[in-house]
T-cell receptor, first 113, second 112 residues
């Protein structure tokens, strides 16, 4: 089915390790975003992109990098994992037109020990 | 920066009762989105409001955006256990259509 695909679904990292969370969408959406969700804090925006080659910081960008070389993919890189980055990460995409919201992936649950 | 405040943070209601969740901003809202999330799952888009005074309904859920576009409410009529979950409001900051920020969420439990 069409949608937003996130991999992996679960990941355990040691402090200091790096990794990339993958996000791919097949709906030709120009807008893509990464969020983290922590208990009682809703969704907080990490980085977002309005098209290939264009990215911008959200509310909590520190410790994360992104790039957008294609319309379909928007990977999120953790440079040096810290326990504070233990969270559930969601990727989302949206077309700039139309009266509907972002389509969300099913999430990646990351634990940093 | 724009902040969205949701109230209440959590809610327990008896099945069949009506309930309202509020989402308030300190600034004008441009594109107000309501989502529902079941525990451990992704977010499901419910509806989007853009114009002051706009109201939309889907099944037993009605969302409104006030005239000043600074407050939205989500009303559920005759709640059912299937309505349980986390409800989140999101909004686009002015002039930036690619950026969507969220409130902290409202957890709803419906007792049979």
């Amino acid at each position: 089915n069409a949608g937003v695909t996130q991999t992996p679904k679960f990941q355990v990292l040691k402090t200091g390790q790096s990794m990339t969370l993958q996000c791919a969408q097949d709906m030709n959406h120009e807008y893509m975003s990464w969020y983290r969700q922590d208990p009682g804090m809703g969704l907080r925006l990490i980085h977002y992109s309005v098209g290939a080659g264009i990215t911008d910081q959200g509310e909590v960008p520190n410790g994360y990098n992104v790039s957008r070389s294609t319309t379909e993919d928007f990977p999120l890189r953790l440079l040096s994992a810290a326990p504070s980055q233990t969270s559930v990460y969601f990727c989302a995409s949206r077309s700039p037109t139309g009266n509907y919201g972002y389509t969300f992936g099913s999430g990646t649950r990351l634990t940093v020990v | 920066s724009q902040e969205l405040e949701q109230s209440p943070q959590s809610l327990i209601v008896q099945e069949g009762k009506n309930l309202t969740i509020n989402c308030t901003s300190s600034k004008t809202l441009y594109g107000l989105y309501w989502y529902k999330q079941k525990y451990g799952e992704g977010l499901i888009f419910l509806m989007m409001l853009q114009k002051g005074g706009e109201e939309k309904s889907h099944e037993k859920i009605t969302a409104k955006l006030d005239e000043k576009k600074q407050q939205s409410s989500l009303h559920i009529t005759a709640s059912q256990p299937s309505h349980a979950g986390i409800y989140l409001c999101g909004a686009r900051p002015s002039g930036n259509t690619g950026k969507l920020i969220f409130g902290q969420g409202t957890t709803l439990q419906v007792k049979p």
